[in-house]
């Protein structure tokens, strides 16, 4: 059972808010991920971090930002939020063993109205 | 980006009986090959990997072929069980590479 934790749960907000999804994991994982994914759709990276101070932008353009100034917190912001980010957001870490192997939360659903 | 597909999308079995769900990539660089569980409001969840000089693995009850002549992974459950109704997700990483990509899933129905 993997110790990642990912806050809130359920989000509903209005459009043009600042929002934060907390994502934290305590197995010491350097690298960390976000994905979106929509209802019956397949994982969009958004953002990986190889470790502290690393950030890097996944395949699917994304308005968030990210920061990881902790090993094992890795939140994710949208400075503005629109209805066209109402999705599911998750995120998953994994050690450096030649592997990479992903380890997911539960996941954040957002709905922006 | 990569293509990684699902032959079917939904698929409903027995209880009891054996499932097989599919995947299909397009990549002959990639090196390693997880399959993904997501139950419905949660997370996927590591089932089963392989690398991609292996044609074969087994877990408990579960049992992973990979044939890279035809670029195709199948996932086969053993005596299907309710708590088995889930999406099932395959992913692929590109040799040598950082990131995974994610087929659209297989929607897993056990009938009792």
């Known amino acids: 059972e993997a110790d990642i934790y990912q806050t809130p749960r359920y989000l509903v907000i209005g459009t043009g808010k600042k929002i934060t999804l907390e994502c934290s994991q305590t197995?010491?994982?350097?690298?960390m991920y976000w994905y979106q994914q929509d209802p019956g759709m397949e994982l969009h990276l958004i953002h990986y971090?190889?470790?502290?101070?690393?950030?890097e932008k996944g395949d699917l353009s994304s308005e968030s930002t990210v920061s990881r100034i902790r090993t094992e917190h890795f939140p994710l912001t949208l400075e503005s939020a629109r209805p066209s980010h109402t999705s599911q957001y998750l995120c998953?870490?994994?050690?450096?063993?030649?592997?990479?192997?992903?380890?997911f939360g539960p996941g954040t659903r957002l709905t922006v109205l | 980006g990569e293509s990684v597909g699902l032959h079917l999308p939904t698929l409903s079995v027995q209880e009891g009986d054996n499932s097989i769900i599919n995947c299909a990539y397009s990549?002959?660089?990639?090196?390693?090959f997880i399959w993904y569980k997501q139950e419905s409001g949660k997370g996927p969840q590591f089932i089963i990997d392989i690398r991609s000089n292996m044609d074969k693995r087994q877990g408990q009850r579960v049992t992973v072929l990979l044939n890279k002549t035809v670029k195709h992974l199948s996932l086969q459950i053993a005596a299907t069980q309710p708590g088995d109704s889930a999406v099932y997700f395959c992913a692929e990483r590109q040799g040598g590479g950082n990131q995974f990509y994610f087929g659209t899933g297989t929607s897993l129905t056990v009938i009792p």
């Open positions: 197995m010491g994982h350097d690298k």
């Open positions: 971090s190889y470790g502290v101070n690393s950030t």
């Open positions: 998953a870490s994994s050690v450096m063993d030649g592997t990479d192997t992903q380890y």
């Open positions: 990549n002959s660089a990639s090196d390693y």
